[in-house]
């Protein structure tokens, strides 16, 4: 009987390996096929190279103050131009893309795991458990993210760090409502069944067999979200509550840079064409993803 479940689960590693590979190339090909998805790849794509190679991009020192270079405007020695103490604007976006890419990275693997568990173990166990976590997501879901994230900021101080760990607490609901959706789909299915037989805990369940079945819609969900959080760290970072001067966050520079908008209109506007680029790449990105991981999409 065992032998039986064991051939009709086909769980050997070597059939696993194939499969994923199988399904990363005709992701890949799905996002090729896609312009605007290979455009917000390659936004993605340059983001991650300008935070990897930062030193080598960047023209100056970020945080070095010529107060005798102050407000000058875009030119070959400043490609961006200079903020009020003469700092390189350029320089000082290029390595505002690592806090950027950092503050994404972290709260992407805070909020996506921690909602993924909760919403699997609502659906799998159901009863007063489902009642309970479903509750204090819709507590959650029901207020406004940036307002959440403020106060979380607040009662936490100001600082990168708590700004992520805000972040991340008003993000996990949305995918709590996604993996319990998708686990509700699976959990009287009959390869689960199939594992329940051979003597698996339910955590065993929820692991190894209902969580990865959710691991395309968060993936795409994350995506989408990238540009949310993105939003939101630049928000706190504006009014004095994400990352502390002198670091270079892209939030923190168009505070500095908003009381000279009209005359030094760089000095603001440059960090906010940064946020405005990237957050559509990863808006365009997660349309892609989600276009090639829709199994309906080949119906339209």
């Known amino acids: ?12 590693p070597t059939s696993r390996m194939q499969a994923r590979l199988g399904r990363l190339y005709r992701l890949t090909l799905a996002i090729l096929a896609n312009p605007l ?25 970020p945080i070095a103050q010529s107060l005798s270079e102050r407000l000058k405007p875009p ?15 350029w320089s000082r976006v290029v390595y505002g893309s690592r806090i950027t890419l950092t503050i994404v990275l972290l709260v ?18 159901g009863g007063w458990i489902d009642r309970a976590l479903m509750g204090l997501t819709d507590i959650f879901l029901s207020m406004p993210k940036l307002i959440l994230a403020l106060a979380f900021v607040a009662a936490l101080g100001p600082g990168i760090e708590n700004a992520i760990i805000a972040i991340a607490i ?20 009959e390869f ?26 968060m993936i795409i969900r994350v995506t989408l979200d990238m540009a949310g959080i993105i939003l939101t760290a630049a928000g706190l970072g504006f009014i004095g509550l994400g990352a502390q001067p002198p ?8 505070s500095r840079g908003r009381s000279f908008i009209l005359d030094q209109w760089w000095v603001a506007t440059m960090p906010g064409f940064a946020i405005v680029i990237v957050s559509l790449g990863f808006c365009l990105l997660g349309d892609g ?3 090639a991981l829709d199994p309906r999409r080949k119906e339209g």
């Open 75 to 89: 030119s070959a020695a400043h490609w961006m131009g200079t903020d009020e103490l003469g700092r390189d604007i």
């Open 108 to 125: 992407a693997a805070i909020a996506a795991p921690l909602g993924m568990v909760i919403g699997a173990v609502a659906a799998y166990a």
């Open 247 to 254: 670091v270079p966050e892209w939030g923190a520079m168009i």
């Open 1 to 12: 009987m065992s032998g039986t479940i064991a051939w009709l689960l086909d769980e050997t």
């Open 170 to 189: 008003t993000s996990w609901p949305g995918y709590a409502r996604i993996a319990r959706a998708e686990a509700l789909v699976v959990r009287r299915s």
């Open 37 to 61: 998805a290979v455009v917000g790849a390659v936004i993605v794509l340059t983001l991650v190279l300008t935070a990897a190679f930062a030193p080598l991009i960047a023209t100056h020192d």
């Open 192 to 217: 689960v069944a199939a594992v329940e037989l051979q003597g698996a805990s339910a955590w065993r369940v929820i692991v190894s067999n209902i969580l990865p079945l959710c691991v395309s819609s």
């Open 289 to 291: 993803l989600r276009d």
